[in-house]
């Protein structure tokens, strides 16, 4: 068991009797699952993990945390690649995996309640036997929560047409810094006053803890078409993309994988995809039939157009399962051609895909790591692949390094530095590169309307640690800091 000192053990022992002594976690042992999230790399172990089943729970530890003066990292599953649930020094995590039930289902308004445990594929797995799923799909879907894609604002493949995690949330039940219990949002459509909600969604655990959501619901397509075409180079497989949007075809997905990408997808799927392919696509179109005919049958013709090597559609719905298979699993699939890699996540215009990979690609060359490309290409949103060997000293830190010129390559293009993965602990040196001091001034006020201690996860997004009332830019002692009356979240 691991020895706290007095104040903090007498919290330990206020958490357990909240949620149980079995789901107060203290023991080094335990807590070593929760040293990090998804990005492996950073490692911090907490005081406590403290998994609550409710939200008169989570209300409650929240209270017990602040009168104790404890920073709080709210934790899903524990999936995401940008630090946001890494821990926090003398912090405790409240992981919200026993929180993982549905509690209603509306189908009249298409739209069903969850609690943040609940598995993302499971949504569309309870209502698909009525003819509704739920679109927001991360390549994660079937480990990921929905209060991490909530706090993430995540995408998946198909946000080209449906849209982000922000597009489907309608209200939210949410807990604050000071243990209050908040309702955001609108279970109706265009509900009046602020739109917190999208303040909300995407915020990254800075605001508070969600612990319940109710999200929409969508209509089954009535057909959906597939195609995927390799090409010589991602010069034509990006010039296709950008063909296809341009003639106002909008598919419901696109995706490209780059030479690289495909010979790991082959190695760890078994799909039959060339291996001398510069770059391939998969793309989903959907929609009722005589749409969905239509659009296919013009995105096959205008990849052919523009250079296609070979054209594919699967004969019947596992063949189609298989293809995405493959593009769901590419990160995996890296482990197969490299021991160890570092996932990035940027945006850029879709016009500006092929340059944008050149110049990934001279990076690597001049760096000397090889680059893998595997990403949302309808949108813009990639997702580089730092290959490297961790056993290899100083290489780990050489690939993050490379991975963080990527996203000023991005930003250079008119990007952002990122699409899906939020900023967390990852990439926060790098918001300096998009936002000026007045845009940070301005997110950090929204911050402190909503937690003025910044209790909930210190140390993410802002690139400098700062107090509410703080300007951005070199970290200045807060007066109460020197005071000794307050310190740095």
């Not at 523009?306 to 399962?321: F, K, L, S, T, Y």
Request: with cysteine; charged share 20%.
């Amino acid at each position: 068991m691991l020895v706290l000192p007095r104040d903090q053990l007498a919290a330990a022992r206020e958490f357990a009797a909240v949620v149980g002594e079995k789901h107060c976690l203290t023991d080094p042992a335990e807590l070593r699952t929760y040293e990090s999230d998804g990005l492996a790399g950073p490692r911090v172990r907490p005081l406590a993990v403290v998994l609550p089943a409710s939200t008169a729970e989570v209300a409650s530890v929240v209270r017990i945390a602040r009168a104790h003066g404890l920073p709080i990292v709210p934790r899903g599953a524990g999936t995401g690649l940008s630090g946001g649930a890494l821990p926090v020094e003398n912090g405790i995590v409240i992981g919200l995996a026993r929180m993982n039930r549905i509690l209603a289902v509306d189908f009249p308004n298409e739209r069903i309640c969850v609690q943040p445990g609940v598995i993302n594929l499971d949504v569309s797995r309870a209502v698909a036997p009525h003819g509704y799923y739920y679109a927001p799909d991360p390549s994660s879907q079937s480990v990921c929560s929905i209060g991490g894609n909530i706090a993430e604002n995540s995408g998946g493949a198909h946000c080209l047409k449906y849209g982000f995690t922000v597009n489907h949330v309608m209200a939210a039940k949410l807990v604050t810094a000071e243990g209050d219990v908040l309702e955001l949002g609108s279970p109706a459509s265009d509900a009046l006053g602020y739109d917190l909600m999208a303040v909300l969604v995407g915020s990254e655990g800075l605001l508070g803890i969600v612990t319940e959501a109710w999200v929409r619901i969508l209509r089954k397509p009535e057909l959906t078409r597939t195609f995927f075409a390799t090409f010589p180079s991602t010069d034509e497989a990006g010039a296709c993309v950008s063909a296809i949007v341009a003639r106002g075809i909008v598919p419901a997905a696109v995706e490209m994988m780059d030479k690289l990408a495909i010979e790991a997808i082959v190695a760890a799927t078994g799909v039959d995809w060339p291996l001398d392919a510069g770059a391939a696509l998969l793309m989903d179109a959907d929609g009722t039939r005589a749409e969905v005919e239509h659009t296919a049958s013009a995105a096959v013709a205008i990849a052919r157009s523009c250079g296609a090597i070979e054209v594919r559609q699967p004969n019947d719905d596992a063949e189609r399962a298989l293809m995405w298979k493959g593009r769901k699993g590419a990160f995996a699939a890296m482990g197969r051609i490299s021991p160890n890699y570092y996932v990035q996540d940027g945006v850029i215009p879709r016009s500006h895909i092929s340059r944008v990979l050149h110049e990934i690609a001279e990076l690597g060359a001049r760096e000397g790591f090889r680059i893998a490309n595997v990403f949302h290409a309808g949108d813009g949103n990639l997702h580089p692949l730092v290959l490297y060997d961790a056993r290899i000293p100083g290489q780990s830190h050489d690939a993050e390094r490379v991975a963080g010129e990527v996203l000023k390559i991005c930003v250079k293009h008119g990007g952002s530095i990122t699409g899906e993965h939020g900023v967390g602990a990852d990439k926060a040196v790098y918001m300096g590169e998009l936002f000026s001091d007045q845009d940070l001034a301005t997110m950090h006020s929204i911050r402190c309307a909503f937690d003025s201690d910044c209790t909930f996860n210190p140390g993410k997004v802002f690139p400098t640690p700062r107090l509410c009332g703080d300007r951005p830019g070199t970290y200045v002692p807060h007066a109460t800091e020197q005071l000794e009356t307050a310190g740095r979240g």
